[in-house]
């Protein structure tokens, strides 16, 4: 069929054209990766303004706990609910994994392997629509009668299975239809990126040429894969028990409430994972790019990026350590657990290593992802307390886990995006950003970030929990000490909001006015730099070959300090 | 259709043919994901059935058992004739017979629907039904699937037959004759499982 | 260090913090020093005119030493941590040392209900004493706790104990602590549980022997008998059963 | 790698024993089969991605190598009906 496919599509689409091509199917009915990686990240920055909307308010009322907010008002204990929830489903679901995965995985895979399009662009572009229509039965579930859903993005039963104890009929059930909805979307982008990977690469592109972020993209999607299928089974059951009235996890019923737990977090867990690799593998190609080193251990980090995937299916407990599971079990998860921090360390090194005898030149993508490595690491080393499962009973579901995952998301799924957009600006948009602008968005942002979460430990260590919409009613919390704390960490978060405008204004200057970009401004030498600046529809006037890895910086035989891998010699 | 592609970067330039055709990559990386997604269901009928006083609980009717073996009996029929099937592909100037044992490997698999159809119709005046148990939430809900699953490979061994119809060049349907065939070996594999999980056990 | 904000008042959350000490000591030194090696290394080779990077692949073994010796001691670190977190679990969650007395903790949307045993030190009798957000103990005894939930999923969680576990409905959940200093302290709900869920706030309170008489003393059955009635929940000796259930509702 | 996992797996079990004699606050809770139940859940649902990825990865490279042994250097126009006979459905 694709042979005829192939025919068909030369002889009715004219879309192959480009220059034939309408607004509407040159940029929003395309197949054209890189457009549908535009969609995606796009969305996903869209939807990170509204994450980061609901963020603000529920910092201000937690340090003005009954004063109304500005640009909302008054912050009920159901509206506070409705924004926790929704900022971390948001962050995790509608903006780190779009923008990680889909948007890079779309824009790089076939760029960096050397081919022209995904193998199967419409199925492609389904995967984008049907994201988008997740996005929008999110959005609309915020807006029907009863409000959000606002039982944490965790959704626990009994709360999140029967209206009557959420009180949000249908916001909860449209909550979990999105969510139903986002991973189909993502399921079928993930069986792309995969073959893709395997059947398209350019000729002479051995296993070990491949790019670094290619092979994390990929493993991935098969963590993405092998456990989405539980977290959509509890999806399933979960809206059944909403709509239809059966009681799978309403002990009412029979059902079992820690069921759902189990089927979340086999998900859960492994989704973790699923947004950092993408994350760390930008980074791995930033530095190399601007140490102007190759890549320490490329074999080393390819195969400690398998160990962190096999074991991150066998960690997922270690999120119900108090919720009534056997403890013998916990046990076993906290090993397990603890286990998981090796590989990530060992990549840390490599990384670490790669800086050792380079000749580093700090742009803004360089100082974006060296700060991935310096912020994730403290996230990487308080994840030891919660792992082990005698002081998660103390942390467990305090603002010390809070503060532990921000550290992680925050590098992984900010940082990791503009480390991204930054570096790949150039071949995305045929534009150089302003460096001056870049600057000052990245400070901006890396000191604020720093003073919110670092006060947030200490309010952890003091025992405050949770998803509370007032402190006032705890006695021991509502302290002046403690007050001020969170004071101070919502003003550094307003202060890191504002600081986002100076990147929004660089991003659409530079689109427009940006000084033009080569082919290859940043001398790198994986096959995306190849292609012209913007990338043509089709990617490469004539496919590359490649002769060599991804990493040969400042090779003895090369003529320059880079070593391009379609350069023969 | 779905996997058909206007633009197949692996097909149109001049280079190395991979060794695993597109469609079946796909398909594979798929069918884990179902894998997974069956065994969750799985797990929670195990967990649920296992914390409940008496399976199946009183006053609910009983699963016919024998009636749904044979059934069984027709489902793996369907894809053994499958089987057969391809192997007639395979062989020179066989195409024609091929495209009839695939008919009846779809007819077989149609009955099967039918069947359970029909059943499902029976249980449900019994008194079985979603909302009437855990046990009847879960038999819906696992059986359901799997009929779901067998629907839509319905439809891609449907695709596979009109492609090997003599008007068209049936040699070009190798991809598709693989993919639908995986995906019904999956659909019909799962379901022994099923039945003895659920039926006999 | 944790105790510098906030006391420890049980016998096992001496424990915790030492375990967490513990913890902070050794990721402390690997983060401080990888921290450390990365700006020493961001300084030292910096871009400079005329220099050119070092090319060092990472695979000969003389240059892979530099990342494997410290994973080697990762791994030992990680052995350590785990040992000592094994232990103190099996105190904490698995270990239930006998009882001085017994109490029974409801939890519903969104008040907490405690049973107190009473003078004789059982529950389900006349004298038990129930009382809303108001949990009052002894200091130096052992005390059970029967964890219950009404409705929703619900957490016992009383942070100077380190103490905490999620209440499941149709589940009772046993565990236990043993206060070790007088005070007054908050009770959280540490798990979603709606739109009430930030009042879900109660307190504790550990007493000495002869104030927790006195205490004791001032209840009368009659007063405390109507929260009792509200919180009689059938004891779910078999979870998951249709009669329990119904009585939940 | 490898000594680490006994060394965890001694630990793991070193936390079973305990338990059945001094009793322990939250294993009994539900009834037995139940705990059975999520036990054999648990250790399926973690073990059946491994081995499916694994296997999967095995046909892959067994296929690869096949391929690589049969069709060096040749380009795809020459055996377009050559290809699906070689092909055989993974076992599921």
Not at chain 3, 221 to 227: F, I, P, W
């Amino acid at each position: 069929m694709s042979d005829t496919g192939i025919a068909a599509g030369h002889a009715a689409a004219p879309h192959e054209h480009h220059e034939e091509m309408d607004f509407w199917s040159k940029y929003v009915f395309s197949t054209d990766h890189k457009i549908i990686g535009f969609q995606y990240m796009f969305t996903g920055m869209f939807m990170a303004l509204i994450g980061g909307f609901m963020a603000y308010v529920f910092r201000m009322q937690l340090a003005f706990p009954g004063e109304s907010v500005p640009l909302f008002g008054q912050v009920t204990s159901g509206d506070y609910n409705m924004l926790i929830t929704n900022h971390g489903t948001i962050m995790i679901f509608w903006v780190a994994m779009p923008v990680l995965i889909a948007a890079l995985g779309n824009y790089l895979i076939p760029l960096m392997l050397g081919c022209d399009d995904m193998v199967f662009p419409r199925l492609n572009r389904l995967s984008y629509q049907i994201f988008l229509l997740s996005a929008i039965v999110l959005i609309i579930s915020f807006i029907v009668p009863g409000g959000g859903f606002g039982g944490a993005w965790t959704a626990y039963p009994p709360l999140s299975a029967s209206a009557e104890y959420n009180h949000t009929d249908w916001g909860s059930s449209l909550w979990v239809l999105a969510v139903a909805l986002e991973f189909a979307a993502f399921l079928l982008g993930g069986i792309n990126f995969l073959t893709t990977s395997m059947n398209a690469r350019a000729e002479g592109m051995k296993m070990m040429d491949i790019p670094i972020v290619v092979w994390m993209i990929n493993v991935a999607v098969i963590l993405f894969m092998a456990s989405v299928g539980p977290l959509i089974a509890g999806a399933v059951m979960l809206f059944l028990d909403q709509r239809i009235g059966t009681s799978f996890f309403l002990p009412a019923g029979g059902g079992d409430p820690v069921l759902w737990q189990h089927l979340f977090w086999f998900f859960g867990h492994p989704e973790v994972y699923v947004v950092l690799l993408p994350a760390m593998g930008v980074v791995a190609e930033v530095i190399t790019t601007f140490s102007r080193k190759k890549l320490f251990g490329y074999k080393t980090i390819l195969y400690t990026t398998f160990a962190t995937g096999v074991l991150s299916f066998t960690v997922w407990a270690h999120h119900q350590f108090v919720s009534g599971i056997d403890p013998r079990m916990g046990n076993i998860f906290a090993v397990t657990t603890l286990l998981i921090s090796i590989p990530i360390a060992e990549i840390m090194f490599c990384y670490v290593a790669t800086l050792y005898g380079g000749s580093i030149r700090l742009t803004t993508p360089m100082l974006w992802g060296l700060s991935f490595i310096v912020e994730f690491l403290l996230g990487g080393v308080t994840g030891i307390y919660l792992g082990a499962s005698a002081m998660d009973v103390y942390f467990h579901d305090t603002y010390f886990v809070l503060a532990h995952f921000h550290y992680t998301f925050f590098p992984i799924a900010i940082i990791g995006v503009f480390t991204a957009v930054t570096y790949w600006f150039p071949k995305m948009f045929g534009r150089m950003m302003n460096e001056t602008l870049g600057k000052i968005h990245f400070w901006g942002t890396i000191i604020p970030f720093n003073c919110i979460f670092i006060p947030l430990f200490l309010l952890g260590m003091a025992g405050q929990h949770r998803r509370i919409y007032n402190y006032n009613n705890f006695p021991d919390l509502a302290t002046e000490n403690l007050q001020d704390l969170r004071v101070f960490a919502t003003s550094a978060m307003v202060i890191m909001l504002l600081f986002q405008i100076p990147f929004i204004v660089n991003f659409f200057y530079s689109l427009f006015y940006g000084e033009k970009a080569e082919k290859n401004p940043w001398k790198a030498n994986t096959l995306e730099w190849v292609a012209e600046s913007p990338a043509p529809h089709g990617n490469f006037k004539e496919l590359p070959k490649v002769y060599r890895g991804p990493y040969e910086f400042s090779h003895p035989d090369a003529k320059e300090d880079y070593w391009p891998q379609n350069v023969p010699n | 259709m779905l996997i058909g592609t206007n633009v197949d970067p692996t097909r149109h330039q001049n280079r190395q043919k991979p060794p695993i055709a597109n469609g079946v990559v796909g398909i594979a990386i798929f069918v884990v994901t179902e894998v997974m997604f069956f065994a969750s269901l799985i797990s929670a009928y195990l967990v649920l059935r296992s914390g409940a006083e008496e399976w199946p609980p009183w006053g609910q009717p009983r699963l016919p058992v024998a009636a749904t073996a044979f059934n069984t009996v027709v489902l793996l029929l369907s894809g053994l004739v499958l089987f057969k099937a391809y192997q007639q592909f395979l062989k020179p100037d066989r195409v024609s017979v091929s495209r009839k044992m695939l008919g009846l490997s779809i007819l077989l698999g149609l009955f099967f629907v039918l069947f359970q159809g029909y059943e499902w119709i029976q249980l449900l005046q019994f008194g079985l039904t979603m909302t009437s148990s855990n046990y009847g939430g879960l038999f819906y809900l696992i059986i359901g699937t799997h009929a779901v699953h067998v629907v839509a490979a319905l439809f891609f061994l449907l695709h596979t037959y009109s492609m090997l119809a003599p008007s068209r060049i049936p040699q070009l349907a190798s991809t598709e004759f693989v993919v639908s065939q995986i995906f019904w070996y999956f659909v019909v594999g799962v379901w022994p499982i099923l039945y003895f999980l659920i039926y006999l056990v | 260090m944790i105790e510098y904000l906030i006391p420890n008042a049980s016998s096992f959350g001496g424990e915790i913090d030492y375990l967490f000490d513990l913890i902070t000591y050794i990721v402390g030194f690997w983060f401080i020093l990888t921290q450390a090696i990365i700006f020493y290394f961001i300084f030292r080779f910096r871009h400079k005119d005329g220099v050119k990077a070092q090319y060092l692949s990472g695979e000969e073994h003389h240059e892979a030493r530099w990342v494997h010796w410290p994973h080697y001691a990762v791994i030992a670190c990680d052995v350590i941590i785990i040992i000592v977190t094994v232990r103190i679990w099996l105190d904490v969650k698995m270990d239930l040392p006998p009882p001085d007395d017994k109490i029974r903790v409801v939890a519903q949307q969104w008040t907490w209900i405690f049973v107190h045993s009473g003078p004789d030190g059982k529950l389900d009798t006349a004298d038990d004493i129930a009382t809303v957000n108001d949990l009052h103990v002894q200091k130096d005894k052992t005390y059970h706790f029967e964890l219950q939930s009404k409705d929703v999923l619900h957490d016992f969680s009383v942070p100077v104990f380190r103490l905490k576990q999620d209440a499941v409905p149709g589940r009772t959940i046993t565990g236990w602590f043993k206060p070790t200093k007088t005070g007054e302290w908050d009770i959280q709900c540490a798990e979603m549980c709606g739109i009430g869920h930030g009042l879900m706030g109660a307190r504790i309170i550990v007493e000495s022997a002869e104030s927790y008489s006195q205490w004791l003393a001032r209840q009368s059955v009659t007063k405390t008998g109507e929260a009792l009635a509200a919180a009689s929940v059938e004891k779910p000796s078999l979870p998951f059963t249709k009669e329990l259930n119904r009585s939940f509702e | 790698m490898k000594m680490m996992k006994s060394i965890a797996v001694v630990l793991a079990f070193t936390g079973f024993f305990p338990s059945l004699s001094l009793g322990c606050s939250v294993c009994f809770v539900g009834k037995e089969a139940t705990m059975a139940a999520y036990y054999g859940t648990a250790i399926v649902l973690s073990l059946l991605p491994l081995a499916m990825v694994g296997a999967l990865a095995y046909w892959v490279f067994r296929r690869y190598q096949q391929h690589d042994s049969v069709s060096a250097g040749e380009y795809l126009e020459n055996n377009e009906s050559a290809y699906p006979k070689q092909q055989s459905a993974p076992t599921q």
